[in-house]
């Protein structure tokens, strides 16, 4: 595999979830060094991270709930004294809660935008911030969703978030391109792991149905989103700034 991120450091929220943690390997696997947060307790990850630095690079993990915007800078001025500056910047980690508008409580609700919201602002205007100062480029890719421009029904604070988080990566996108600083989402649909997997644990039928639903007609591994993840962050994409990928098997189509 070509070492195109020789020497760079990557940094993902969210980086022990199935969709994190492929991108970590996949950025790994061409030369990257990785710095992880999630809220799971740092002795319950040893392996995992063992799993990343087998490839040859550096891995740190830290505890960091990512709607914390005080935690989020300070895991960034941590990342920053052991690696280096992060130039290549994923927005993964998020939380979904299954439920129509009236199951859903107005502390509920600030929870789940905090996280899939604030989160992705506060990590990436943190790390931003210090391509900045260093006078370095950098790519930034907010894991978003196909549920960000489809309405759903039973999960309204999420496809809220993702929405946002389209705007959000618009906004920064054009603030930042003078600065070499290209800033992507990629919107997946139905990934057979993570978040979705879980709700498709839960409910057999809702699962027979989704994928009945998609035209391609198989669902996308953890995997396939990381290499698109790759793709964004790829030296060689010199001119995608602002824009969403779309990889939802033709699920929008329809
Ligand atoms: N699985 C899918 O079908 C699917 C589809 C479209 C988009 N996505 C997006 O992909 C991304 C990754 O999701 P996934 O499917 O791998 O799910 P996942 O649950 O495996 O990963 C999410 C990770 O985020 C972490 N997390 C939750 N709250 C956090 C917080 N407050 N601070 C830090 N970390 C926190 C979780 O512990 C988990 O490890 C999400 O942004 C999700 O919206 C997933």
Partial sequence: ?????????????????????????????????????????????????????????????????IADAAAVQAWMDAVHNTLGTAQLIIANAAITRVGGIYDITPQEWRRDIDVNLNGAFYLTQAATALLLKHRLPGRVVFVGSWAGARAHA???????????MTMLCKCMAL??????????????????????????????ENEKAARARIPVGTVITAEEVAEQIVYLCDPANRQMTGSTLLMDGGLSLT
């Fill in 1 to 65: 595999m070509e070492k195109i991120f020789k020497d760079q450091v990557a940094i993902i929220s969210g980086g022990m979830g199935d969709i994190g943690f492929a991108t970590a390997l996949a950025l790994a696997g061409r030369g990257a060094h990785i710095a992880l947060c999630d809220v799971l307790p740092p002795a319950s990850v040893v392996e995992k991270i063992k799993i990343v630095e087998d490839t040859g690079v550096r891995c740190t993990y830290d505890e960091v709930d």
């Fill in 154 to 164: 039973y999960i309204p604070a999420y496809s809220v978030a993702k929405a946002g």
């Fill in 175 to 204: 603030e930042l391109a003078p600065h070499q600083i290209l800033v992507n989402e990629i919107a997946p649909g139905y990934v057979a792991a993570g978040l979705t997997g879980q709700i498709w644990k839960d409910n057999p």
